[in-house]
């Protein structure tokens, strides 16, 4: 359908397409942009309590260890596990959540999992002998996997959960971190890794009356199994079989749990401002005989072809082949098939061209599942794929023929108004006995308002103030000011979002080196160089190769909402100009040399007493 389409119309040459594009953009572009979202603070606050684990008091900890790991998710895990590797055992973890996890202990909604395939996404698969069941894995396994992690490598040991740290600060006299919790811990450490997250804090739709509603009403992530029976592996949601549910937003997460609530709600009715792309997911058991025969070595190998194939590169074979790859290899192939001279436009217009053809497949498929014209319309997606998370999933789109859901496409505005008893949309009022909110995740807001700490470096100065114009790193890692501190997250560094465990294992790996180095050395000290870091920056502030978002793209997180990005946006966006794959060959190499150019590593002063 879309092939023979694409060879008879060029790409550019589809005007009545761009244009739909533009209006349902422009519909959504908002004046208030990332404002419009409500924080889980004062009287939202309950929107981020901790649902999984009854809080208990404990008396206060103060210890000196050599290294504080905060953030319990797979950052932190992969860090500790790199550290206990090289022998660095004095490593404790604390953790807001009440168990380790991370974005998998929160994230706990029916039908939660990760659709970027297992054998690239769960980390450390061959260190702990972990087989996958399938191609992809529900979160409970995922959750497993990182409690396994945490159990090989003796992370429980000490960790403090149901814990958030409330101060960081560089003690220049003892060059020791300083760190208080809001259990009044104080904690002294030689090293401290941050593995906060970037999506690790829910935000709430700034819908007027939200509070107003007196039903019951909850976020994804901290989803309330009291009230809906059920479990996270998928057990019937028994409470809500005579309920009328309705669940606002129809992102990553909403395509997920939107077919189990289909299945066990009395009604269900979706609020849809922005329809998600949908692809195939294809999901298929991993046959155990067959993970047994892979050589020693395997998931570096598989990583590597992952994001190789991602960023348009070449590979004997596609060992992952899902909807990540085939979109970026057939964007790679068009290129080499239709451009002229490679150049910007060439690329431009090959990239858009596979676009046209996977986003009308898309739209298509929507007509083949939807038996009701005017809900399969609605949902169909008018963006590029790659303006908002693209989803995969094979249950979602059936869902909406279900006699018991119903679709109230919002046409880009929203929900109007929330009262007592439902949600207004266009002048109808929908009555409610739940409302989920599937609103996703603050994303790019400072770093202290996501992480409740403002880290204080050298000279008592804070990361706000280092960050006040943008982030600025060595590798994503090492921020000048800041030593024996490293940020263990994706920017500055791969940025390969479709697999961010992968950046998290570099990361990890990466500081495990340096502080093992510096160990070994008897430095106390390590820190980026001003110079090396502004050369960092430098790479990846080039205008020739900075990302660019398309001007044209649908509102949403990946691109400000819409807003034009600033330098500060621009800069925390940022990613190695050569792209992921390249990145993981510098880092792994930078590493290796044991030189770690750029970095100082400053001995005993004298001033370390402790
Ligand atoms: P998103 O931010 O992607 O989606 C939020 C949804 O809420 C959007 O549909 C948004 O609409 C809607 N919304 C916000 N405000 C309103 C309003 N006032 N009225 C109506 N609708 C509204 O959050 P998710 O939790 O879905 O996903 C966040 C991220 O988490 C993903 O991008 C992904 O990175 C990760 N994730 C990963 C998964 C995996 O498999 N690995 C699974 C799930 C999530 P609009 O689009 O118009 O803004």
Not at 201 to 228: M, N, Q, V
């Amino acid at each position: 359908m879309s092939s023979a389409h694409q060879t008879e119309v060029g790409p550019l040459e589809r005007p009545d397409l761009r244009a739909r594009y533009r209006i349902e953009r422009d519909k959504r572009v908002r004046p208030d942009g990332t404002d419009q979202y409500l924080e889980p603070v004062g009287r939202f606050a309950h929107f981020s309590a901790d649902p999984y684990t009854p809080w208990v008091e404990r008396d206060p900890v103060v210890d000196d260890v050599e290294v504080v790991i905060i953030g319990g998710g797979f950052a932190g895990l992969v860090t500790g596990a790199r550290l206990v590797e090289a022998g660095v055992t004095d490593v404790r973890i604390v953790e807001a959540g009440g168990g380790l996890g991370g974005v998998w202990y929160w994230n706990r909604y029916p039908g939660a999992m990760c659709d970027t395939a297992a054998m690239v996404y769960l980390p450390l698969l061959e260190e702990t002998g972990r087989v996958p069941s399938a191609k992809y894995v529900e979160a409970p396994e995922i959750l497993a996997h990182a409690r396994g992690i945490a159990e090989k490598y003796g992370l429980n040991d000490g960790a403090l959960c149901s814990t958030v740290v409330r101060e960081l600060v560089w003690d220049e006299d003892r060059s020791r971190w300083r760190v208080r919790t809001d259990r009044g811990d104080e904690l002294r450490a030689r090293f401290v890794t941050l593995g906060t997250g970037p999506l690790n804090r829910p935000k709430l739709p700034g819908i007027a009356g939200i509070d107003a509603f007196e039903g019951r009403c909850f976020h994804t992530s901290r989803w309330e199994y009291d009230y809906t029976g059920g479990d996270s592996s998928g057990a019937p949601m028994t409470g809500l079989a005579d309920k009328r549910v309705g669940i606002i937003g129809t992102g990553a997460t909403a395509v997920q749990c939107i077919p189990r609530l289909a299945r066990d709600a009395g009604s269900l009715t979706v609020f849809q401002r922005t329809p998600s792309s949908v692809d195939v997911r294809a999901n298929q058991p991993i046959d155990p005989e067959w993970f047994a025969a892979l050589d020693p070595g395997w998931q570096r190998e598989w990583l590597r072809n992952f994001a190789t194939l991602q960023t348009g590169g070449f590979a004997e074979q596609d060992l992952v082949m899902d909807g990540w790859t085939d979109m970026a290899v057939r964007i790679r192939d068009r290129v080499i098939a239709d451009a002229v001279a490679f150049t910007p436009k060439d690329f431009r217009q090959a990239y858009e061209a596979a676009d046209d053809e996977k986003m009308d497949e898309i739209r298509a498929r929507i007509d083949a599942v939807v038996s009701d014209p005017a809900t399969a319309e609605a949902l169909k997606p008018w963006y590029r794929q790659r303006c908002k998370r693209p989803c995969f999933h094979d249950e979602y789109l059936d869902a909406f023929n279900r006699p018991t859901v119903r679709l109230v496409d919002t046409d880009g505005r929203g929900v109007e108004r929330i009262d007592a008893t439902g949600a207004w949309v266009g002048g109808q009022h929908y009555e409610l006995d739940c409302l989920i909110l599937a609103s996703g995740f603050e994303f790019g807001t400072p770093y202290e308002r996501r992480s409740g700490f403002d880290p204080v470096g050298r000279g008592g100065v804070p990361l706000s103030k280092a960050w006040a114009d943008g982030m600025v790193t060595l590798h994503g890692i090492h921020v000048h000011g800041f030593p024996n501190l490293f940020v263990i997250q994706t920017g500055h560094a791969a940025n390969l979002i479709s697999n961010v465990t992968h950046n998290l294992v570099e990361a990890g790996t990466t500081a495990a080196a340096v502080i093992a180095h510096a160990r070994a050395t008897g430095a106390v000290e390590v820190e980026t160089s001003a110079a090396a870091q502004e050369a960092w920056v430098d790479l990846l502030e080039d205008p020739t190769t900075m990302l660019t978002y398309d001007a044209n793209c649908t509102p949403g997180y990946y691109n400000n909402e819409g807003a034009p990005l600033g330098h500060r946006e621009r800069l925390n966006q940022s990613r190695y100009a050569a792209g992921p794959a390249e990145y993981f060959r510098y880092i792994d190499a930078w590493r290796s040399t044991g030189r770690f150019e750029g970095l100082e590593f400053r001995p005993q002063t004298g001033k370390d007493e402790h």
